[in-house]
């Protein structure tokens, strides 16, 4: 069964925004990207949905499941015509329907792209804010937020994975690594150092060691000591051009400890690049 990238849409600018990111990771990844929208009659919707509804009749459109007009100039802007693409609208409340799609067989979902900006009304207003736990702790699956502050350039060449050499990262570190072999980009695992004690270096080199797949000069491996994660993350994503930051969705991990999901909303304000949750069970 081929896999497939869900992108849920409200037709605003951030989630227009966030499907360049969407379509670009379904074409290196030979998956198949469901745009899927959500709607309720009757119910107050933002000026950007608005105008779209205009154009197109939503409540007929569900039951065609044809191509979203929004997303095609999009498509071919990217030249990415080659992404085989499926379109779903349902009626019902966006969060519920959300999470009853993912948990489908059908269609095979193994990520998660959503835009994200700051509060206004719609479908995206609460993803810094309440529906970040929703998605994050019951979907379980890989989720990209993409700020609406992120400009996509056409290619992902550069992914930043932040770790704290914990055993529970090696899997998706991994997994990221071949990631970036089917993207041609090169991957920056960076551990912060806030603490100032010992050397990290032991830890850093046993981590490397124990990953299930062998690294090549495309991977590096960086130890940063600051007092200011999130300054000291912007500025390194700034000078090394990363296209997405990565990290291990877990309680246990100490960069999931330092965001919780309020300050999670203080990482996506500081840095201008989509931030990866990935599960790990």
């Given at each position: 069964?081929?896999?497939?990238?869900?992108?849920?849409?409200?037709?605003?600018?951030?989630?227009?925004?966030?499907?360049?990111?969407?379509?670009?990771?379904?074409?290196?990844?030979?998956?198949?990207?469901?745009?899927?929208?959500?709607?309720?009659?009757?119910?107050?919707?933002?000026?950007?949905?608005r105008e779209v509804y205009k154009k197109l009749d939503i409540e007929n459109f569900h039951?065609?499941?044809?191509?979203?007009?929004?997303?095609?100039?999009?498509?071919?802007?990217?030249?990415?015509?080659?992404?085989?693409?499926?379109?779903?609208?349902?009626?019902?409340?966006?969060?519920?329907?959300?999470?009853?799609?993912?948990?489908?067989?059908?269609?095979?979902?193994?990520?998660?792209?959503?835009?994200?900006?700051?509060?206004?009304?719609?479908?995206?207003?609460?993803?810094?804010?309440?529906?970040?736990?929703?998605?994050?702790?019951?979907?379980?699956?890989?989720?990209?937020?993409?700020?609406?502050?992120?400009?996509?350039?056409?290619?992902?060449?550069?992914?930043?994975?932040?770790?704290?050499?914990?055993?529970?990262?090696?899997?998706?570190?991994?997994?990221?690594?071949?990631?970036?072999?089917?993207?041609?980009?090169?991957?920056?695992?960076?551990?912060?150092?806030?603490?100032?004690?010992?050397?990290?270096?032991?830890?850093?080199?046993?981590?490397?060691?124990?990953?299930?797949?062998?690294?090549?000069?495309?991977?590096?491996?960086?130890?940063?000591?600051?007092?200011?994660?999130?300054?000291?993350?912007?500025?390194?994503?700034?000078?090394?051009?990363?296209?997405?930051?990565?990290?291990?969705?877990?309680?246990?991990?100490?960069?999931?400890?330092?965001?919780?999901?309020?300050?999670?909303?203080?990482?996506?304000?500081?840095?201008?690049?989509?931030?990866?949750?990935?599960?790990?069970?």
């Open positions: 069964m081929m896999k497939s990238i869900l992108f849920p849409t409200d037709f605003s600018s951030a989630s227009l925004n966030a499907f360049g990111y969407a379509l670009k990771y379904a074409e290196k990844t030979q998956a198949r990207l469901v745009v899927y929208h959500s709607f309720m009659p009757g119910a107050e919707l933002n000026e950007e949905t039951s065609k499941k044809d191509k979203f007009p929004p997303f095609e100039k999009l498509i071919e802007e990217l030249k990415a015509d080659s992404v085989k693409m499926k379109y779903v609208v349902e009626e019902g409340a966006f969060i519920e329907n959300f999470k009853a799609y993912v948990e489908r067989k059908e269609d095979a979902i193994e990520l998660v792209v959503i835009g994200a900006q700051a509060a206004k009304r719609g479908m995206f207003e609460v993803f810094l804010e309440t529906n970040t736990a929703i998605i994050l702790e019951e979907i379980n699956k890989p989720v990209i937020a993409v700020p609406q502050r992120a400009r996509f350039d056409g290619v992902i060449d550069h992914i930043a994975f932040l770790v704290d050499y914990h055993e529970d990262e090696r899997a998706p570190v991994t997994q990221v690594m071949k990631t970036c072999r089917e993207f041609g980009a090169k991957l920056h695992v960076l551990h912060f150092d806030l603490a100032h004690g010992e050397s990290v270096v032991p830890l850093m080199d046993r981590f490397r060691k124990s990953l299930r797949v062998p690294y090549t000069e495309d991977t590096v491996f960086r130890s940063i000591d600051t007092i200011d994660l999130k300054a000291a993350l912007a500025d390194y994503c700034r000078s090394n051009h990363i296209d997405l930051v990565c990290l291990v969705n877990h309680k246990r991990n100490f960069y999931q400890r330092l965001f919780s999901y309020s300050l999670a909303q203080d990482l996506l304000h500081s840095i201008d690049v989509p931030v990866m949750a990935i599960y790990n069970d």
